[in-house]
């Protein structure tokens, strides 16, 4: 029984993955943006064309990661992406990420750009 339902889980949660990588061409289709490639942090996207959007429940829409900030006041200059969203392996936040060749860059908020700070 108890594998039942972790299978069932698993299902639905495999289900929810693939809807959000398939939504991406209906997310493409409004913005003019390229198909969904990753995500990162809650609600956050990033297309094949670099572009990084963040949906904002209270307001039920779709925003650029530099347009989400400036509706909080905050001046940002997160896009372009340092690297092409192809070369992208891992971004867990709108603000780090590391590349399939192993560099790793971190957006500096205080100077409002992108620094390749390297691996660790």
């Not at 490639?37 to 779709?62: H, N």
């Not at 990661?65 to 905050?74: C, P, S, T, V």
Request: net charge negative; with cysteine; hydrophobic share 40%.
């Amino acid at each position: 029984m108890r594998v039942a339902r972790r299978g069932a889980v698993g299902a639905s949660g495999l289900l929810a993955l693939v809807a959000a990588f398939c939504g991406g061409h209906a997310l493409a289709e409004r913005h003019g943006s390229a198909p969904i490639v990753g995500v990162f942090g809650v609600g956050g996207v990033l297309s094949e064309d670099g572009a990084l959007w963040q949906y904002l429940p209270d307001e039920k829409r779709w925003m650029s990661i530099d347009e989400a900030f400036q509706k909080d006041g905050r001046e940002t200059h997160i896009l372009p992406l340092p690297v092409e969203a192809k070369d992208i392996r891992f971004m867990q936040s709108w603000g780090f990420l590391v590349t399939r060749d192993g560099q790793v860059w971190q957006y500096d908020l205080d100077s409002n750009r992108w620094t390749n700070i390297g691996p660790p």
